[in-house]
């Protein structure tokens, strides 16, 4: 019986910068988190982060996950280093996938805090994505997205670099991003905060398909929504921007398997 077998990747924990290989580490563990959440497409989608300047110097480099790997075998080794032109960096067998590279690409070096981009196709989140009017304000969780959601409108498959700037046109400072008849996609500062604002997405999506199931929603006031993005503390950096969060979560997977670290 055949057996697909990996493409081997030697350790790089001694051979990357300690700043490159704390954020390896890092990444893999929000692959197995998504994994663990269920917000996964097949070997499909991607999460990436921005390399800090102790790293890349000038150039601006990102990971990105290997294309052909599901995210419950990504570990910190086997992530890809890219520049902004889809340059391999680190001499990595595995490919990148184009769509991946040309969406994440264009907001790593057109939005100075996109540290972190996120981007998944759950079935609630295309479900919005591909409804008219998109995100309704009708719930406790889209309401702490008050003034933070963008829309951009669907040209197909995303690996036309000619499409980047209407994509960051669309974006503009806004971190929560519904893609129309695509799905969602969120930005950040930090891993944590990218993650907190999407998490807090895919739950509003989640409730306004289960709403929608049901009958009509009830409306959140513009005042009271503003109220509540204001008061919710999960996306702010002086209450840690979901790092709490994001650390029980990784207690989780690690508890499960901690093979990512590798």
């Known amino acids: 019986m055949l057996t697909a077998q990996l493409p081997t990747v030697p350790s790089r924990k001694g051979s990357a910068h300690t700043d490159e290989w704390a954020a390896r580490v890092r990444l893999a563990a929000c692959y197995r988190i998504f994994a663990m959440l269920g917000w996964t497409e097949m070997i499909y989608n991607h999460i990436t982060v921005r390399l800090p300047a102790s790293v890349s110097g000038a150039e601006k480099q990102f990971l990105i996950n290997p294309f052909g790997l599901h995210y419950s075998e990504v570990t ?25 590279f040309t969406l994440h690409s264009t907001l790593h070096g057109g939005i100075d805090g996109a540290h972190c981009v996120m981007h998944t196709h759950t079935t609630a989140g295309v479900a919005v994505a591909s409804l008219q009017g998109g995100l309704s304000q009708s719930n406790f969780y889209s309401a702490q997205l008050h003034d933070m959601v963008a829309y951009h409108a669907f040209e197909g498959i995303t690996i036309h670099a000619e499409e980047g700037p209407r994509v960051l046109a669309s974006i503009g400072d806004k971190p ?54 204001r008061d919710a503390l999960q996306f702010n950096p002086a209450h840690g921007a979901g790092r709490d969060v994001f650390d029980a979560l990784v207690r989780q997977v690690d508890r499960i398997d901690d093979g990512y670290k590798n």
């Open 176 to 229: 929560a991003v519904i893609l129309r008849n695509h799905g969602l996609l969120s930005w950040g500062q930090t891993l944590e905060q990218a993650f907190a604002i999407l998490w807090t997405l895919q739950r509003a999506c989640e409730i306004q398909m289960a709403t929608l199931s049901m009958g009509a929603a009830i409306p959140v006031p513009e005042a009271i929504a503003a109220k509540c993005t």
């Open 76 to 100: 910190a080794s086997n992530l890809v280093k890219i520049n902004l032109k889809g340059d391999v960096l680190d001499g990595s067998p595995h490919p990148v996938n184009p769509a991946g």
